[in-house]
């Protein structure tokens, strides 16, 4: 059975809870490394973010979970395949926003926002 586009959006939402819950464990991610970045320092505030960036869909999933949703969409959901395309890009730009990092601190959290606002 073939989806519309608007069923595969339907079946996304519920799945996802609508993105709350992704959005809530990226919003902790960085609140973490806002904190480290203050309290401690902003070297460890890039890595907290990085390690914090990796943990942003198991946490996504498991408050998805709590909540009473799947945490994903249904298998055949054409909009399942974006997902996949664009962390590709966020992947291949992590070294990048590192490298401007290097440099200084701050430009890799402004790198990071570009990234993942082209995601």
């Known amino acids: ?9 339907a079946d996304t939402r519920r799945g996802c809870c609508s ?8 919003a902790l991610a960085w609140a973490v490394a806002a ?10 505030a890039i890595l907290a973010l990085l390690v914090g960036g990796m943990l942003i869909h198991p946490v996504g999933l498991l408050i998805c ?22 962390t590709f890009w966020l992947i291949f730009s992590l070294p990048l ?3 401007l990092g290097l440099q200084n601190a701050g430009w890799f959290f402004l790198a990071m926002l570009l990234v993942i606002g082209g995601r």
């Open 35 to 44: 904190w480290i970045a203050v309290f401690v320092s902003p070297q460890r």
């Open 1 to 9: 059975m073939e989806l519309t586009f608007l069923e595969a959006q």
């Open 65 to 86: 979970k709590l909540l009473g949703a799947r945490g994903s969409h249904s298998k055949g959901n054409p909009l399942g395949e974006l997902a996949g395309a664009s």
């Open 19 to 26: 993105g709350g819950a992704g959005i809530l464990a990226s």
């Open 97 to 99: 926003a590192y490298g």
